[in-house]
C-alpha cells in the first residue's frame, strides 16, 4: 500500500465522517423540526440536539409553538352603504407539539406568508359577513358583538388548521370623513339637547323648591298670624274681664258707702276724657257734651255695670 493511497483513505474517512456530523442540529427552544426523507416527512424533533442523515433526510421546517400576534386592517359595508374601517390585532399560536398538529401545520400552507393571508381574509369575510346586516348608526355598539361573533367563526378554522385563537380585539373603527362629521354633529346636538334638558329639570326642581319653601313659610306666618290674633283675642277678653272686675267692685264700694253707683261711672267717663286729650296724638274723639247725652253715657255704663253684676253672680 502506497503512501498516495493511505492518503486517499484518511481523507476518505475525514471526509465521511464530516459529512456524519454535519447530520447534527439543534432545535431551539419554542420551537420543533419536520423532517422529511425525500421530501416524505418522517417524523418531528423537539427542542435540543438531534440528527438527521445527511443527503437523504433535511429539515422541512421550523415551527414555532410560541404565540403568534398579527394587526389586519380591513374594510366593510353595512346594510345602508356606509364604509366602515377596521384596524384589528389578532393573537394565536399551534395547538400543541403533538405529531399530528405539527404535520397539519407544516403541511397545510405553502409559507407562512400563505398563513397570513389565509387568516386576514377569514377575518375580514366574517366581519363583513356581520355588519352587512347591521346599519351604521348600530356599529360603534356592536364592537363586543362584531368580535364574539369573529372569534366563534375563525376558532373553528384555525382548528383546522392546527392553531387555536387566543384573542382578537378591535382596536379602532372609523367610518368615512363625511359620516364621521355628521356623527359629531348628532352628538353635539345631542349634549346640546341633554344639557337643556338638564337645565329644565334643575330650573323646574329650583321653582319647585322655591314655591315650596313660599308656602311653608306663607303657612308658617299665617299660623303665627293666627296664633297671634288668638292670644290678642285671649289679652282683650282678659282686659275687659278686669275691667268688668274692677268696675264692679268700685261699685259695690261706692254703694256700701251710700254714694250714688253713677258716681263711678261719672268718674270713668270723665277719666276717659282726660287720657283721650292728654294722650290723643292727633286723633280727634267726638262726644255729646250735652245733658241728654251724658245721661245717655251714664245709662249705657249702668247697663254694662249691670251685665258685669249678672256675670259676677252667675261665676259665683
Given at each position: 500500500?502506497?503512501?498516495?493511497?493511505?492518503?486517499f483513505?484518511i481523507?476518505l474517512?475525514v471526509?465521511?465522517?464530516?459529512?456524519l456530523l454535519s447530520g447534527?442540529?439543534?432545535?431551539r427552544q419554542g420551537?420543533?423540526?419536520v423532517?422529511?426523507t425525500?421530501?416524505?416527512?418522517?417524523?418531528?424533533?423537539h427542542?435540543?440536539?438531534?440528527?438527521r442523515i445527511p443527503?437523504?433526510?433535511k429539515?422541512q421546517s421550523?415551527?414555532?409553538?410560541?404565540n403568534r400576534s398579527m394587526?389586519?386592517?380591513?374594510?366593510?359595508?353595512?346594510?345602508?352603504q356606509?364604509n366602515?374601517?377596521?384596524k384589528?390585532?389578532?393573537?394565536?399560536?399551534v395547538?400543541n407539539d403533538r405529531e399530528?398538529t405539527?404535520?397539519?401545520?407544516?403541511?397545510?400552507?405553502i409559507?407562512?406568508d400563505s398563513?397570513?393571508v389565509?387568516?386576514?381574509?377569514?377575518?375580514?369575510a366574517?366581519?363583513r359577513?356581520?355588519?352587512?346586516?347591521?346599519?351604521?348608526?348600530e356599529?360603534?355598539?356592536?364592537?363586543?358583538?362584531?368580535?364574539?361573533?369573529?372569534?366563534?367563526?375563525?376558532d373553528?378554522?384555525l382548528?383546522e388548521?392546527?392553531?387555536?385563537?387566543?384573542?382578537?380585539?378591535?382596536?379602532?373603527?372609523t367610518?368615512?370623513?363625511?359620516?364621521t362629521t355628521?356623527?359629531?354633529q348628532?352628538?353635539?346636538?345631542?349634549?346640546?339637547?341633554?344639557?337643556?334638558?338638564?337645565?329644565?329639570?334643575?330650573?323646574?326642581?329650583?321653582r319647585t323648591?322655591?314655591?315650596?319653601a313660599?308656602?311653608?313659610?306663607?303657612k308658617?306666618?299665617?299660623e303665627?298670624?293666627?296664633?297671634a290674633?288668638?292670644?290678642?283675642?285671649?289679652?282683650?277678653?282678659?282686659?275687659?274681664?278686669?275691667v268688668a272686675?274692677?268696675?264692679?267692685?268700685?261699685?259695690k264700694?261706692?254703694?256700701?258707702?251710700g254714694?250714688?253707683?253713677?258716681?263711678?261711672l261719672f268718674a270713668m267717663?270723665?277719666?276717659?276724657l282726660?287720657?283721650?286729650?292728654?294722650?290723643g296724638?292727633?286723633n280727634?274723639?267726638f262726644l255729646d257734651?250735652?245733658?241728654?247725652?251724658m245721661?245717655?253715657?251714664?245709662?249705657?255704663?249702668?247697663?254694662?255695670?249691670?251685665l258685669?253684676?249678672?256675670?259676677?253672680?252667675?261665676?259665683?
Open positions: 500500500m502506497t503512501y498516495s493511497f493511505m492518503l483513505l481523507s474517512g471526509l465521511f465522517g464530516i459529512i447534527f442540529f439543534v432545535v420551537t420543533v423540526a423532517i422529511t425525500f421530501g416524505r416527512y418522517t417524523r418531528v424533533s427542542p435540543g440536539l438531534a440528527y443527503f437523504i433526510q429539515i421550523r415551527i414555532s409553538v410560541q394587526e389586519l386592517s380591513f374594510q366593510a359595508i353595512t346594510q345602508d356606509a366602515v374601517y377596521f384589528a390585532m389578532l393573537l394565536f399560536a395547538q399530528e405539527i404535520k397539519s401545520v407544516a403541511f397545510k400552507f409559507d407562512v398563513l397570513m389565509a387568516l386576514v381574509r377569514t377575518v375580514e366574517i366581519t359577513g356581520f355588519v352587512a346586516t347591521k346599519k351604521q348608526a356599529i360603534l355598539g356592536l364592537r363586543a358583538e362584531i368580535v364574539s361573533e369573529a372569534k366563534n367563526h375563525l373553528e378554522t382548528a388548521w392546527g392553531y387555536h385563537l387566543i384573542d382578537l380585539q378591535l382596536n379602532d373603527i367610518f368615512d370623513e363625511m359620516i355628521s356623527m359629531a348628532v352628538v353635539a346636538s345631542q349634549n346640546l339637547q341633554r344639557a337643556a334638558e338638564f337645565e329644565g329639570q334643575a330650573l323646574y326642581i329650583k323648591k322655591e314655591a315650596e313660599e308656602g311653608a313659610a306663607i308658617i306666618a299665617a303665627a298670624e293666627a296664633l290674633a288668638q292670644r290678642r283675642g285671649e289679652g282683650v277678653r282678659m282686659f275687659r274681664s278686669e272686675q274692677g268696675l264692679a267692685d268700685a261699685t264700694t261706692v254703694s256700701a258707702a254714694s250714688n253707683e253713677a258716681l263711678v267717663w270723665t277719666e276717659a282726660r287720657d283721650t286729650v292728654r294722650d296724638k292727633g280727634v274723639v257734651g250735652s245733658i241728654d247725652g245721661e245717655t253715657t251714664l245709662r249705657r255704663l249702668a247697663g254694662l255695670q249691670q258685669n253684676n249678672i256675670d259676677g253672680s252667675s261665676g259665683r
